[in-house]
């Protein structure tokens, strides 16, 4: 499964496309969180592109996505910027600058590419899938409690 799509240069875009990626990969067999953690990756990389960089020469940017075996691969090309894309340590009280922090954490892997017309920032997630069918039980976090009595 793959999609290329072709947006505006416009924060509309974000949440247009959280829903089409979302709606393929769990039609494709991608558990739910997964599908989520991507949502999210995608988002950030959207985001970043409409915040920092220019659009391609068409007015747009490019947004892609590709799901085979374990591995969901996705991509966001814009004009490109006068910056490098990098992650960097945002301070607690910053309103941004956590987005390719966020990416690294929720992918295996993430990267920039450069060509003629632009810059692509592609990142690599583990689409984990239920074996034979069988529905895999979320993890729960354990509940802590705290005992004032120490």
């Known amino acids: 499964m793959s999609s290329v799509v072709f947006l505006p240069h416009a924060p509309s875009s974000v949440s247009d496309v959280r829903k089409r990626l979302c709606a393929d990969l769990l039609a494709s067999g991608v558990y739910e969180e997964v599908a989520d953690d991507a949502a999210v990756v995608i988002s950030e990389l959207i985001s970043n592109a ?3 960089a220019r659009p391609l020469p068409s007015g ?46 929720l992918s295996e892997g993430w990267g920039v590419s450069h060509e003629d017309d632009g810059t692509t920032v592609w990142a690599i997630l583990r689409a984990i899938q239920p074996a034979n069918g069988h529905h895999v039980p979320a993890v729960h976090p354990m509940k802590i409690v705290f005992d004032p009595s120490f």
């Open 50 to 52: 409409l915040r920092h």
């Open 60 to 105: 747009e940017i490019r947004v892609s996505w590709s799901h085979d075996g374990d591995l969901i691969q996705l991509a966001v090309s814009d004009g490109g910027s006068m910056t490098e894309p990098r992650r960097t340590r945002a301070a607690l009280s910053s309103l941004g600058g956590r987005g390719l922090s966020i990416v690294e954490t």
